[in-house]
Every structure is written in C-alpha cells, then in structure tokens.
T-cell receptor, first 117, second 113 residues
Framework: DAGVIQSPRHEVTEMGQEVTLRCKPI?????LFWYRQTMMRGLELLIY????????DSGMPEDRFSAKMPNASFSTLKIQPSEPRDSAVYFC???????????????FGPGTRLTVT | DQQVKQNSPSLSVQEGRISILNCDYT??????FLWYKKYPAEGPTFLIS?????DKNEDGRFTVFLNKSAKHLSLHIVPSQPGDSAVYFC????????????FGTGTRLQVFP
C-alpha cells in the first residue's frame, strides 16, 4: 500500500492567497484527520471525517479554514485568505474504525509544509 | 489549554543507556494512550499504546508505563540506539471518542554514540 499521500509537500504563498492542501487516505480506511503541527502547540487536530462526513471540526481555527471530503479517497483543506500565522506543517492521517469507540491506529502522511509570507 | 503535556522539549542520551520520555495529562476521561515517533520530513508513526486497564505494556525495547492516579505516563527505551533519535509524541483519547487523539507538543530525543 502506498500509505497516506499528501500534496504538495511544500507550499510557499503570499498573504491573502488561497491555499489548498490535498490528501489521499489509505484505501479501505473510513476515518480521515487533518492536523497542524507547530512548535508551540505540537500536533493539533483540526477536523476529522468518518465515512466522508465531518464529525468534529472544533479544532478549525477560523472561518478562513475549510475542509471537504467528496469521496472516500480524497480530501482537501483550504485556507482562504492565508495569513503568515498559518505557516506550519499540515498532516493528514487515516484509520479504520471498526465501530464507534473501536478505532485502529492512525497512519499519517508525510505532511505539507506551508509558508505564508 | 494543553490537555496532554510533554514538559521536556528535548532529551539527550548516550547509546546503550535508557531513554525515559514523560507525558502528563489533565483529562480524567482519557483512558487510551499512544506514543508516536516522528523523523524529520516524515509523518508520525505509531510506536506503542496502552489502555487504562493496564499499567505497563512492552514491545521489544519499548515499554510504556501508566500511572492513572498521577495522570502520568512514560516511555522507556532500553537500550537506546542512534536510530531512535526522533521526536516522540504522546497522545490520548477517551473511550467515548476513540477517533479523537489529543497530542502533546513532543520531545526531541537524541541518542549519541
């Protein structure tokens, strides 16, 4: 299996521009997670989906952030407009949830390093 | 409000010695704990986990200890190897929502020869 695939690996953009990060989860996994890693806060969960439905988006910092999962094999995280404080590494992870409360480990992608100037 | 805390941002250990990484949590509803390991330019990878019904779980050189009364867990690596040099994240979840993992800020371990 190719594992969780994220693109792009690096993104440099100017403040005010729209940024779209992409994720392809592991085939067969039914839960998908978006995290942000910063030095100060470590790994923060932004949003997660189960069976393509957003379950918890309480970690999304502002309305500038949005995430979609149109099908089981693709998800996007969009920032519009981007700001310098959004600079971080964004990870996507997937897992298989047997039933509510019985989830297996999360597998992480390599991350997208976002720099907003 | 950090519910999972790793108070040591870095740790340096000599090869062959024991590495002890610590993690504290505040939410008494947490009952499943995991350690992830992260190399530069890669995503975190699962290392070992422990459920609250246990106080110890061992996997080769890695052992996780859980002290529920103190809300504290630790990861022991014996013997430490240079390849163990990485950032280690502690994570926790509550039974009512196993999907949602709360991560700490990480501890960078360096194992030197």
């Amino acid at each position: 299996d190719a594992g969780v695939i994220q693109s792009p690996r690096h993104e440099v953009t100017e403040m005010g521009q729209e940024v779209t990060l992409r994720c392809k989860p592991i085939s067969g996994h039914n839960s998908l997670f978006w995290y942000r890693q910063t030095m100060m806060r470590g790994l923060e969960l932004l949003i997660y989906f189960n069976n393509n439905v957003p379950i918890d988006d309480s970690g999304m910092p502002e309305d500038r952030f949005s995430a979609k999962m149109p099908n089981a094999s693709f998800s996007t995280l969009k920032i519009q407009p981007s700001e310098p404080r959004d600079s971080a590494v964004y990870f996507c992870a997937s897992s298989f949830e047997l039933s509510r409360g019985e989830a297996y480990e999360q597998y992480f992608g390599p991350g997208t390093r976002l720099t907003v100037t | 409000d950090q519910q999972v805390k790793q108070n040591s941002p870095s740790l340096s250990v000599q090869e062959g010695r024991i590495s002890i990484l610590n993690c504290d949590y505040t939410n008494s509803m947490f009952d499943y704990f995991l350690w992830y390991k992260k190399y530069p330019a890669e995503g975190p990878t699962f290392l070992i986990s422990i459920s609250s019904i246990k106080d110890k779980n061992e996997d080769g050189r890695f052992t996780v200890f859980l002290n529920k009364s103190a809300k504290h867990l630790s990861l022991h690596i014996v013997p430490s190897q240079p390849g163990d040099s990485a950032v280690y994240f502690c994570a926790a979840s509550a039974t009512y929502n196993t999907d949602k993992l709360i991560f700490g800020t990480g501890t960078r371990l360096q194992v030197f020869p």
